[in-house]
Nanobody, 121 residues
Framework: VQLQASGGGLVQAGGSLRLSCAGS????????MAWFRQAPGKEREFIAL????????YVSGSVEDRATISRDTAKNTMYLQMNSLRPEDTAIYYC???????????????WGQGTLVTVSS
């Protein structure tokens, strides 16, 4: 299983980005895919998750009015749309795959390499 995150970059405050996470191989409907982020000097933070089959989602309260998680099962790809970006959103964003509906990073077995999002003020 490989996950490839992409879509990060430098954006001005107030701007938007759509992050993608492409998965290799078959993703079973029971799988849970999630986004986490880690800012310099901080712990990894849960952002959002989605059940692959059915598309049930949950977004952290810290970003819920600015973030949308989605997936395209035909493309084996998960997305994170982030709007109204703030400098404090600057972090490496990671995608992960697991089997449990969990906000805890250690519940996820497979991780992408991360994509850097930098928000300038």
């Amino acid at each position: 299983v490989q996950l490839q995150a992409s879509g990060g970059g430098l954006v001005q405050a107030g701007g938007s980005l759509r992050l993608s996470c492409a998965g290799s191989g078959r993703i079973f409907s029971s799988a849970v895919m999630a986004w986490f982020r880690q800012a310099p000097g901080k712990e990894r933070e849960f952002i959002a998750l989605i059940r692959w089959g059915g598309g049930r989602t949950y977004v952290s309260g810290s970003v819920e009015d600015r973030a949308t998680i989605s997936r395209d099962t035909a493309k084996n790809t998960m997305y994170l749309q982030m709007n109204s970006l703030r400098p404090e959103d600057t972090a490496i964003y990671y995608c992960a795959r697991g089997t449990q509906w969990s906000f805890q990073a250690d519940e996820y077995r497979y991780w992408g390499q991360g994509t850097l999002v930098t928000v300038s003020s």
